[in-house]
């Protein structure tokens, strides 16, 4: 992320979506908060690729945070700059690297250059998430009407 100052005018709801969809298209990596049964609580980075309407992660299977995201079902997660906030809070499918839909670890794999099938001795998971509420703002001007997804639907 650019180290400019942000603009200080509060963007309008269909800029925040613009915004949005070309921070996701653009970026590679997204923080990801889960919890286990006990509730002890995990923050982990993981790239992701989105294909429009879901974000694709892939983590090895035995990884504490691919372990609670499966379990729980949904996630919430944050693009990385804390001065243009993005949370997502979505449902997650998890798909094995066998049953991964055809396309999708193909795709992963072209956009990161790196393809958790090839990694020899470790098993992966893909994470497939659909947003269900996306929040946005840039500080304190923009904190009213900060949530321009809800229920799956843009509210633009």
Not at 20 to 36: F, G, P
Not at 80 to 108: K, M, N, Q, Y
Request: charged letters at 25%; aromatic letters at 8%; zero cysteines.
């Amino acid at each position: 992320m650019s180290s400019e100052p942000l603009p200080q005018v509060p963007r309008s709801a269909r800029q925040r979506k613009h915004d949005i969809l070309q921070r996701l298209e653009r970026e590679e990596d997204v923080w990801v908060s889960s919890a286990d049964e006990r509730g002890n609580a995990f923050l982990a980075p993981l790239s992701f690729v989105w294909d429009g309407t879901t974000l694709t992660m892939a983590a090895p299977e035995t990884n504490l945070t691919a372990r609670n995201v499966r379990a729980a079902g949904q996630v919430r997660m944050s693009l990385p700059a804390t001065r243009d906030v993005v949370l997502i809070h979505g449902l997650v499918d998890a798909f094995s690297e066998e049953t991964v839909p055809v396309g999708v670890a193909d795709r992963f794999a072209a956009r990161l250059g790196w393809d958790p099938r090839k990694i020899d001795g470790v098993a992966y998971v893909y994470l497939r998430v659909t947003p269900r509420r996306i929040q946005a703002w840039r500080g304190q001007g923009e904190a009213s009407g900060r949530t321009v997804l809800r229920d799956g639907r843009w509210v633009v």
